[in-house]
T-cell receptor
Framework: AQSVTQLDSHVSVSEGTPVLLRCNYS??????LFWYVQHPNKGLQLLLK??????LVKGINGFEAEFKKSETSFHLTKPSAHMSDAAEYFC??????????????FGTGTLLAVQP | EAGVTQSPTHLIKTRGQQATLRCSPI?????VYWYQQALGLGLQFLLW???????NRGNFPPRFSGRQFPNYSSELNVNALELEDSALYLC?????????????FGQGTRLTVV
């Protein structure tokens, strides 16, 4: 069975410093992986997705993630944090080829705080 | 273009009662999905409706049910509410329940069972 583990429940960074949100996955075959963001009182928004193409995936708002099969990791990074990045981030693996919405398995989330 | 809309935003019920949550998908989307986001548990897949039919359900008891209407909007019904049903319920929609389509999520309904 597929699963994801988000290694940090809370991350705090200063504005302008790099962001690293860690995610490890477990999969018996080549997975589809996603990062979603949830701002307060808003729905989930897709940041980026990996579906077996390039291992470095670029998303919206300057975020990117690198698929590392040897480490079973899909960490989310951003070179410079903005105040508007404060939100909860979810790492997601698909329990089916291609990322069908009913097959998404969500991690427990990482709450990102950005200090001025 | 309007996104996925859910109502009500907040709902308070007592144990044993029934709750009804509503979702309107993005125009043109035929599939609706329901997820439960309980504190500390992440999002868990509940139900998938497409073209008016239930296509798949997650590991939840039968007192969680729903339906999809001809206009593709959907209701989630939770019967015999229990305290642990307190959670944020998110609805998502996409064009079809197949691969490589992006799902769009609503803001959710916060259900509190007291």
């Amino acid at each position: 069975a597929q699963s994801v583990t988000q290694l940090d429940s809370h991350v705090s960074v200063s504005e302008g410093t790099p962001v690293l949100l860690r995610c490890n996955y477990s999969s018996s075959y080549s997975p589809s992986l996603f990062w979603y963001v949830q701002h307060p009182n808003k729905g989930l928004q897709l940041l980026l997705k990996y579906t077996s193409a390039a291992t470095l995936v670029k998303g919206i708002n300057g975020f990117e993630a690198e698929f590392k099969k040897s480490e079973t990791s899909f960490h989310l990074t951003k070179p410079s944090a903005h105040m508007s990045d404060a939100a909860e981030y979810f790492c997601v693996v698909s329990d089916g080829y291609g990322g069908a919405t009913n097959k998404l398995i969500f991690g427990t989330g990482t709450l990102l705080a950005v200090q001025p | 273009e309007a996104g996925v809309t859910q109502s009500p935003t907040h709902l308070i019920k007592t144990r044993g009662q029934q709750a009804t949550l509503r979702c309107s998908p993005i125009s043109g989307h035929t599939s609706v999905y329901w997820y439960q986001q309980a504190l500390g548990l992440g999002l868990q897949f509940l139900l998938w409706y497409d073209e008016g039919e239930e296509r798949n359900r997650g590991n939840f008891p039968p007192r969680f049910s729903g339906r999809q209407f001809p206009n593709y909007s959907s209701e989630l019904n939770v019967n015999a509410l229990e305290l642990e049903d307190s959670a944020l319920y998110l609805c998502a929609s996409d064009t079809q329940g197949l691969m490589n389509t992006e799902a769009f999520f609503g803001q959710g309904t916060r259900l509190t069972v007291v």
